[in-house]
């Protein structure tokens, strides 16, 4: 069964420290990879994906399969950068459902 | 566009009460998903439709929920009898199956509290 898995449920980090959100995942099949991010009264919404290998308002993260994690992460937080942040694997043979992990809540200090 | 459109935003009931939820997904997309988000359980996968057809309802919890969707622009969900424990943010999001992997879209959310 596949599973996604955030250890922490919330972060908390002063502006312009590094941030690392965590995800494992347990997957059968080759796995898709994304994180999702909620904004204080926005919708959720896409952050990135692994296949495209981006940068997204400075935020990376790279799959590792020998780990199974795909941790997200950013040099220098910043405030705007608080929000709930979700990491979601999809099921490719499945329309596209998403499996999400229970969220880190990132908290950034001035 | 005004993206997935969901009704009710909040919605207060007292236990064994009917809550309906509705959702209008962007135009064009052909899969729709229900989620459920609480503290302590995260975002859970009710149920999913592509091409309205119900897909997978494994996710739904217990013959109390059930979901419809009637044509390309409209689902329901509903809860009969409302439950305390239902209280949770219920989301609809839309995707094109064709289109990016895994990007969902999602509604704003509708806030049930069961009292």
């Known amino acids: ?110 | 566009d005004a993206g997935v459109i969901q009704s009710p935003r909040h919605e207060v009931t007292e236990m064994g009460q009917e809550v309906t939820l509705r959702c209008k997904p962007i135009s064009g997309h052909n899969s729709l998903f229900w989620y459920r988000q609480t503290m302590m359980r995260g975002l859970e996968l009710l149920i999913y439709f592509n091409n309205n057809v119900p897909i997978d309802d494994s996710g739904m919890p217990e013959d109390r929920f059930s979901a419809k969707m009637p044509n390309a622009s409209f689902s329901t969900l509903k809860i009969q009898p409302s439950e305390p424990r239902d209280s949770a943010v219920y989301f609809c999001a839309s995707s094109l199956v064709a289109g990016w992997a895994g990007e969902l879209f999602f509604g704003e959310g509708s806030r049930l509290t069961v009292l």
């Open chain 1, 1 to 110: 069964a596949q599973r996604v898995t955030q250890p922490e449920k919330l972060l908390s980090v002063f502006k312009g420290a590094p941030v690392e959100l965590k995800c494992n995942y347990s997957y059968s099949g080759s796995p898709e990879l994304f994180w999702y991010v909620q904004y204080s009264r926005q919708r959720l919404q896409l952050l990135l994906r692994h296949i495209s290998r981006e940068s997204i308002k400075g935020f990376t993260a790279d799959l590792n399969k020998g780990e199974t994690s795909f941790h997200l992460k950013k040099p220098f937080a910043q405030e705007e950068d608080s929000a709930m942040y979700y990491c979601a694997l999809s099921h490719l043979n499945a329309g596209n459902m998403l499996t999400f992990g229970g969220g880190t809540r990132l908290m950034v200090k001035p």
